[in-house]
């Protein structure tokens, strides 16, 4: 089994996986299309609850800023730089996957999955400072308890909002890590060439769209105050 | 191995790799992340400016009128949207028609509902205008019953 990265331009040792029903650039196109749908999916998932935010941040207005308030756009701000440069780098991938490079393939899927995990180890200490603050579900600060009536006349929904959509993001980011893992794997066995690289591409798609959704929510859960 | 290949001696499968995606030069992927690292700082500072003071609008619009130039970006030059066929624009740009249809009939609705936060509107006038203070004292009473 050949595992030496390849660092030249080599035709792919298998190619694209031989299905019978079409040919191969077809099935290029078709796994394309069938991956936007899903990111259409997911893009409505989001929807429902930036819905949501959107109701409640207009008919709370002051509860939102007050509460947005409590949050730091400064690391907020480093960890939009961290996935927009993760982003990046997984564009990148694909070039090099387009170009048959499949050393690139894994050094960029790599920088991007480091990326992805410092972003959750930041998400982390967030979280955890709002524990201490009484702004974390389940506990309390100075008396108020999260989510207490008197925690809803400062910040009305704001907090519960918060933590469902970073949460879910939250998730989407791990799941994108594990994806790319997977596709990492399957490039340093030199898996992917000029005429099969799909993988790279819809993966690089998921995660694009995970960097899509922070995009907005930077802006509307932490500048807000 | 001279740098210009042909495509089709290099591939096994035959496959020409022009008919798969489209291969953008570098410079362009670093030159979209630097305008999208330079407009989230503008993101930040324009939020610091304290626009919501005067007008909320503004600064939401401001605030989500950046970040959609920012999803544009991304969607255009990292994904391909670009260089992408009509369906699948169709397909990238459907939901967030819903989306619209969603946030505005909600928008619509809801000045016309009342106490979404039990406890909360007792205190307080709900914008855009219901007094729900003598609704909750109504109920109240009802309840003491």
Redesign the interface.
Known sequence: MNSHVSS??Q??QI??PIAHHMD??TA?HAA??GM??F???E??LF??M??AY??YH????EEF?NASRQLN?IIG?FN??VL??S??T???A??AA??GRNDKVVKNLLITIVCALIFLVVKYFEWSAKAEHGLFPGTSHDGIAFNS?EF??MY??FFGLYYCLTGLHGIHVVAGMCLLIWVMQKARKNRF?????TPV?IG??YW?LV??IW??L???LY??G | ?SHH?D?RA????G?D?H???H??P?VV??R??II??VL??V??VA?ELNI?KYS?ALAMAI??G??SV??FL??T???HLKY?NP??WL??G???V??AI??GL??ID?PFRVD??P??EA?RV??PGVVAQELVAEAEAKAAH
């Open positions: 030249e331009a035709p792919g190619g694209p191969p650039v290029y394309k299309l936007w749908l990111l259409a999916t893009i409505l929807g429902g930036f819905a959107a109701l207009w008919m709370y207005f800023h756009p701000g939009t730089v927009l440069f982003s990046f997984a564009a990148l694909v070039d387009q170009h009536p809803i006349t009305a929904s060439s000029q005429d099969y690289y591409e690089a798609l694009h960097d899509l995009i907005y930077f802006p509307l500048l807000v | 191995m290949t495509h290099a591939t096994k499968s496959i790799p008919e798969l995606g291969i953008l570098f992927y670093k979209t992340f999208l690292v989230t700082i993101t930040v939020a919501s909320a605030a989500l950046i970040a920012k999803a991304v969607a030059n990292f994904m992408e369906v699948t397909y990238a459907f939901p967030l819903l989306l969603l946030i909600l928008f809801n979404p936060l406890g909360l205190q709900i914008r």
